[in-house]
């Protein structure tokens, strides 16, 4: 529950959790549903009760790119469109059917307008962001296929039942293929 998510990163009292709750609308999502298009404005923060989304963009030859996976207890949004309001870079898809609770680029506004540990909630959740989004780079740079596919396993274990191997593939920067051959080794 989103409630539990928020209390384990900052000490809401009652009151301020039931009201920062309230802003929040809890929508069923489809599987292979696509909440945000490349070029559209993200104008929601998704936290994903129970589901599976992933982030990706497209290459001029069409085929998609896995950037990020997102699952059950995460938040998942485009951040650069909807912190700035800026056309998206990325689609973002629901990859199972889900359960996700939304909140409108306003009403985050307001919220941290009217709490000041809604301030430290999204620090922290730009820092994991950040910190998340660090260890990617570093993992394409300087580790080896087996070591990106070992680390995505401890950050998702149940990945590879719940998502297409064309997808983890290209989240690690690698093809099928070889991806199969890491799996076969396990």
Request: charged share 25%; with cysteine; aromatic share 12%.
């Amino acid at each position: 529950m989103i409630a539990d998510f928020l209390l384990k990163l900052v000490p809401f009292s009652t009151e301020e959790l039931n009201d920062i709750v309230s802003h929040f609308e809890k929508e069923s999502v489809t599987k292979e549903q696509v909440l945000i298009k490349e070029g559209q404005i993200c104008h929601k923060l998704y936290f994903v009760e129970h589901g599976i989304g992933r982030s990706y963009y497209l290459k001029e030859d069409g085929k998609d790119v896995t950037q990020w996976f997102f699952g059950d207890g995460s938040f998942m949004t485009s951040a650069d469109s909807f912190f700035q309001q800026t056309p998206s870079l990325y689609y973002l898809e629901i990859l199972e059917d889900a359960v996700v609770y939304s909140i409108s680029k306003e009403k985050m506004d307001l919220l941290l307008a009217k709490y000041h540990k809604m301030e430290t909630l999204a620090r922290l959740f730009a820092i994991e962001m950040l910190n998340q989004m660090v260890h990617k780079l570093n993992a394409i740079q300087f580790q080896t296929a087996k070591e990106r596919y070992n680390y995505m396993l401890a950050e998702f274990p149940d990945i590879s039942q719940r998502v297409a191997l064309g997808h983890i593939a290209s989240y690690l920067g690698i093809t099928q293929e070889t991806l199969s051959r890491i799996r076969r080794k396990d």
